[in-house]
């Protein structure tokens, strides 16, 4: 198992960035996938990025070119540039991480999550 921990949410106007940070500990993160989950306010869950060891990276349409997801193995940290916020991106952001490679979408095959961090975006 690998601990999480989110931060760098906060209160922004539609059209600002906020740049999320995940910080994991463990040993063997460098072969964990990684990825960010956000929840609405009577939502499910729904995925928003994911990153393989290798840094092979797949997003959400509803993301697509607006965020960045990246890791940095060797510092055990994953973030999430978000450019041209809206204020349908407003959730609670959760890191997640998998141990091994998963190319799915799906929160239920992540073992390890973090406590999140709200991202409010006014209009």
């Known amino acids: 198992q690998v601990q999480l921990v989110e931060s760098g949410g906060g209160l922004v106007q539609a059209g600002d960035s906020l740049r999320l940070s995940c910080a994991a500990s463990?040993?063997?993160?460098?072969?964990?996938?990684m990825g960010w989950f956000r929840q609405a306010p009577g939502k499910e869950r729904e995925f928003v990025a994911r990153?393989?060891?290798?840094?092979?990276?797949y997003y959400a349409d509803s993301v697509k070119g607006r965020f960045t997801m990246s890791r940095d193995n060797a510092k055990k940290m994953v973030y999430l540039q978000m450019n041209s916020l809206k204020p349908e991106d407003t959730a609670v952001y959760y890191c997640?991480?998998?141990?091994?490679?998963?190319?799915?979408?799906?929160?239920?095959?992540?073992?390890?999550w973090g406590q999140g961090t709200q991202v409010t975006v006014s209009s």
């Open positions: 997640a991480a998998r141990n091994g490679y998963y190319s799915g979408d799906s929160p239920a095959h992540y073992g390890s």
């Open positions: 990153i393989s060891w290798s840094s092979s990276i």
């Open positions: 463990g040993r063997t993160f460098s072969s964990y996938t």
